[in-house]
């Protein structure tokens, strides 16, 4: 991926971003720095981390219907790069940029923002049980916790790009300005909501 490809990502990266109130939001410094002191241990989790994962989508209809026939050497690879490159850091706004490209590659394969959500949940956990098992107390909670504002965060790139991705489709598709669209949606919702409440 080239600087310049990812450059539309870390505007969007950075603008959604902004949205989230900084307490609420992955801490750079703060969580980076937990990320930091437990590297090495972390690396070492990578193959029950990727195996785990696949095991867990491969055992589900709905979510192994994603795949195709002989992928997952491939599938594993590229999560095992990412694992990494996450453990690894920095988290900076090329890392962010990253994350919301990624969600909208498991657009085109149908991905949806459930599964992604779900398996966001499936690695805080499994990040946080190794955390537990190989870490003092203290700091295994400060471990999970990082992890948990990291997966929050990086969800809530994902699905807003997932959305912005399916307005500017349908907005080019009807020739509109993607604003114009969503003020459209909005005034729909509102539409559906009165149609729904009684009386
Ligand atoms: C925590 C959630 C997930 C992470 C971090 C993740 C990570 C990644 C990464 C880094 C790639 C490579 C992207 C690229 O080519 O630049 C990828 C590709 C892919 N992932 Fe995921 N993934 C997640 C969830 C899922 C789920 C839930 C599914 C299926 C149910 C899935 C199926 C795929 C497929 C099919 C591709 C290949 C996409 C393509 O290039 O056509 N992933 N994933």
New binding site residues.
Partial sequence: ?TDKSLGRFYALAQEFWSQLPPQARFRPLEDARIFARHREAMKAWVDSLVQGFYDT?FAHPA?RA??REGERPA?EK??RD?YLRTVEGPFNGQYFAWQT??GL??V??G?TNA??AA??NW?VETASRLAREHLPKEEAQALADAWRRLGFTVMALISESYLHAYLEALAQAEGMEVGAFLRRAQEEAARLLRSLSPG
């Fill in positions: 991926m989508l979510t994603v795949f599938r590229t999560l990412w490209l990624v590659v498991h085109r394969r991905v599964m992604m398996m966001w690695v």
